[in-house]
């Protein structure tokens, strides 16, 4: 596996990156095919839901079930009538959950469930040679700096190589001088 990452750009500003691991196999192609894929996924489920219009009744009463007799939708309905708008409105309501559902999820989450394509949590176990755990116990005057890695901090390559310069970090690229 190897890693990967899709820069996000909102109004030509850089919002954020994307990082998944991908199969060793898996060409530069094959990866936009599969970004440019997701994506339209992505934008079909945000829309679908955007369009879609609420099956719940304007004004829900308390224990507002299928015979609620304050619900006025239902007056002059007869119980096989009322039974059946409710089941209607269950189901409605059951596909609004389920559309609702999909557009929650993430742009990686359906970049993920393209073929070949890892989320980064997940393919990071896979990734490690090995992995270890230190239990410091209850040291709550010590001050213990751990060098703890984080995602925010990690800055990928773009297809130049980087050298540190100083304990600044300051990297010296052919696009310029980024700072980490």
């Not at 490690?128 to 213990?144: C, K, N, S, V, Y």
Request: net charge negative.
């Amino acid at each position: 596996m190897r890693l990967a990452s899709v820069e996000h750009v909102r109004c030509d500003e850089p919002d954020g990156r994307t990082l998944v691991w991908v199969d060793d196999l898996m060409t530069e192609q094959g990866f936009e095919e599969r970004v440019s894929n997701a994506e339209r996924l992505y934008l079909e489920a945000v829309k679908e839901f955007m369009s879609q219009e609420s099956p719940r009744p304007a004004r829900m009463f308390a224990g507002s079930g299928p015979l609620n007799v304050k619900d006025p939708a239902i007056q002059g309905m007869t119980v096989a009538e009322a039974l059946a708008r409710h089941e209607a409105l269950q189901t409605a309501e059951k596909e609004r959950s389920r559309v609702a559902t999909r557009a929650m999820r993430s742009f990686e989450s359906f970049l993920c469930d393209e073929e070949g394509i890892v989320s980064f949590w997940d393919g990071l176990s896979g990734a490690l040679a090995f992995e270890g755990e230190i239990d410091w116990g209850h040291r709550h005057g010590t001050p213990l700096d751990y060098g703890k890695t984080s995602v925010p901090s990690f800055r990928l390559l773009r297809k130049t190589e980087r050298r540190v310069e100083s304990e600044t970090k300051v990297y010296r690229t052919e696009e310029g001088v980024e700072w980490a």
